[in-house]
């Protein structure tokens, strides 16, 4: 396990369609971030889990928008009716959080799945 | 409200050069700073990370610096490389949105281009 893995790598959806990504973080690791961004963009973050509990949302997160992490393990996140305004690059990061808490942890991204939607 | 800002968007230097690839955030009670590397069409690869305590983080040919209290980071690119074209984006762990959650806020990034 060398990294954080996502698939798949790029995904052409029409409008309307559902699409869901995998994101498979660095094995010790108990914590799972989502970022969003686009062209010309810095990430923007939509979601965190620690192991499976998800503890926070951002707004940009609408409700056709989920993520599950239900093991702890790995995470989907997945979104429902698409827009072209979904076009974007999904990236999925993940870090150790410890006793001391996760404040001065290193967040460790994957490559990203890049969503077409036409 | 944390905001990020790099400085400058874009730059284009000749092979060899010594670069400075500014960062500045609005808040200065951080928890770290840490500059990535994005190609294009890539993910992020993690470059450093500078710890609040600390004033500068070095790898190989690349050091970081931070200025906490006025807001400010740079990250030095010595004897730069064609290899090195990339955007550089710098991001804040911050105690207010990215506190306890441990989430990132990033700069839009500068975009580096080093030419032959």
């Known amino acids: 396990d060398t990294g954080v893995s996502q698939d798949p790598r790029h995904k052409i959806t029409k409008r309307g369609q559902n699409v869901t990504f995998r994101c498979d973080p660095i094995?010790?690791?108990?914590?799972l971030y989502w970022y969003r961004q686009t062209l010309g963009q810095g990430p923007e973050f939509l979601t965190y889990f620690q192991n499976e509990a998800q503890l926070e949302k951002s707004r940009l997160l609408s409700d056709r928008f989920s993520a599950e992490r239900p093991k702890g393990s790995f995470s989907t996140l997945e979104i429902q009716r698409t827009e072209q305004g979904d076009s974007a690059m999904y990236l999925c990061?993940?870090?150790?959080?410890?006793?001391?808490?996760?404040?001065?942890?290193?967040?460790?991204f994957g490559q990203g799945t890049r969503l077409t939607v036409v | 409200k944390q905001e990020v800002t790099q400085i400058p968007a874009a730059l284009s230097v000749p092979e060899g050069e010594n670069l400075v690839l500014n960062c500045s955030f609005t808040d200065s009670a951080i928890y770290n700073l840490q500059w990535f590397r994005q190609d294009p069409g890539k993910g992020l690869t993690s470059l450093l990370l500078?710890?609040?305590?600390?004033r500068e983080q070095t790898s190989g040919r690349l050091n970081a610096s931070l200025d906490k209290s006025s807001g400010r980071s740079t990250l030095y690119i010595a004897a730069s490389q064609p290899g090195d074209s990339a955007t550089y984006l710098c991001?804040?762990?911050?105690?207010?949105?990215?506190?306890?959650?441990?989430?990132?806020?990033f700069g839009k990034g500068t975009k580096l281009s080093v030419k032959p």
């Open positions: 991001a804040v762990k911050d105690f207010l949105f990215g506190g306890s959650q441990g989430n990132l806020i």
């Open positions: 500078i710890q609040s305590s600390q």
């Open positions: 094995s010790e690791h108990n914590r």
């Open positions: 990061a993940s870090s150790l959080a410890g006793l001391s808490g996760p404040k001065n942890t290193e967040a460790f």
